[in-house]
Nanobody, 123 residues
């Protein structure tokens, strides 16, 4: 499985961005998907995850109510809608896939990773 993120950029605080992750592979619909981020000098951290069926979603407390994860299995894609962005959301955002239908908040439980997309929020 190959994952390619897009949609990052520079935005002012309070603004919005929508990240996309395009996945290759015929079994995408059976994978749980997640978004993680890594700010300079910090460890990579969990942001959001979604089950294969789109029925179950999980969020880090820091983004709950502002970010929304979704997926379109017909398009082999997962999305992260980010609203009310804050300067502390600045990071490289990574898409990840897990070879199971159950999502996880633990980065080491994901099997495939994208190359990341930069999100910068100015104050």
């Amino acid at each position: 499985v190959q994952l390619v993120e897009s949609g990052g950029g520079l935005v002012q605080a309070g603004g919005s961005l929508r990240l996309s992750c395009a996945a290759s592979g015929r079994t995408f619909s059976s994978y749980a998907m997640g978004w993680f981020r890594q700010a300079p000098g910090k460890e990579r951290e969990f942001v959001a995850a979604i089950a294969w069926s789109d029925a179950n979603t999980y969020y880090a407390d820091s983004v709950k109510g502002r970010f929304t994860i979704s997926r379109d299995n017909a398009k082999n894609s997962v999305y992260l809608q980010m609203n009310s962005l804050k300067p502390e959301d600045t990071a490289v955002y990574y898409c990840a896939a897990r070879r199971t239908v159950v999502p996880s908040t633990r980065l080491y439980e994901y099997d495939y990773w994208g190359q990341g997309t930069q999100v910068t929020v100015s104050s």
